[in-house]
Every structure is written in C-alpha cells, then in structure tokens.
C-alpha cells in the first residue's frame, strides 16, 4: 500500500475529487472531470471514510500509530486493514487538514486517453 500512496505523490495531480463510493469501493481521481484526470485510485473494503468530495495538493501517506490509534477510537480497524492519511487543502480554509480512509486495499487504475 506504501509504494502505490508514493506513486500517487510521485504523479501528481493537484485538485482531486470522489468519482464514486458504494459503501464498499471508493474511487478517487485527480482532476474533477474524467476527461482531464491525471490518475484514478479504487480503495477496496472501505470502512471508515473521513474525507471532503474535494481536496488539493494532497500528499498520501500510511496514517501514524497515534492517527490509526484515534480512528481506531471512532471505528473498529482490523489489522489487514490500511489507514490512509491524506494531508490536503480543502475548501475550509488555506491550512492542510488531514483526511483518513480505512481500506482493505487499493488499486492504481490507468486513466483512458481522451
């Protein structure tokens, strides 16, 4: 789960948005129209969603023990299962805020050619 968060800072993408999410798959691109995305991640086996519909200039990393330790106060979080944080910009204010998703596991998905 480590190298795919590093492939998607190593890619870029400044305004990232919610595609879809079934209460099961969530689906994140870079760019808000499929037309214009950079990259598309697909988090499986979703639990825990804490995150806006719009963020920028996010950096994705494995969450901390002390960050996995405050989620796991709000939702149960099984060992196999990833907290994601994501440091971003939102429409809140000028200050990165951190964002977590709990996952079972993520897919990088080629973006089709326009």
């Known amino acids: 789960m480590n190298e795919l968060l590093q492939e998607l800072n ?3 993408g400044w305004d990232w948005c919610i595609r879809s999410f079934d ?7 870079a760019g808000c129209s499929l037309s214009h995305a950079q990259h598309k991640v697909s988090f499986h ?3 825990y969603l804490a995150c806006p519909t719009e963020f920028s200039h996010p950096t994705f990393r ?3 023990v002390a960050e996995r330790l405050s989620v796991s106060a709000l939702v149960a979080v ?4 990833t907290v994601v944080a994501i440091d971003a910009d939102s429409s ?21 050619e326009a």
Not at 78 to 81: A, N, R, S
Not at 92 to 111: E, K, N, W, Y
Request: charged share 15%.
């Open 45 to 47: 086996g979703v639990c």
């Open 92 to 112: 809140v204010g000028m200050d990165p805020l951190t964002f977590f998703i709990v996952a079972a596991s993520a897919t990088l998905a080629a973006v089709p």
């Open 23 to 29: 209460g099961y798959s969530l689906s994140l691109s």
């Open 62 to 64: 494995l969450a901390s």
């Open 78 to 81: 099984d060992e196999d299962e």
């Open 10 to 12: 190593r890619g870029g």
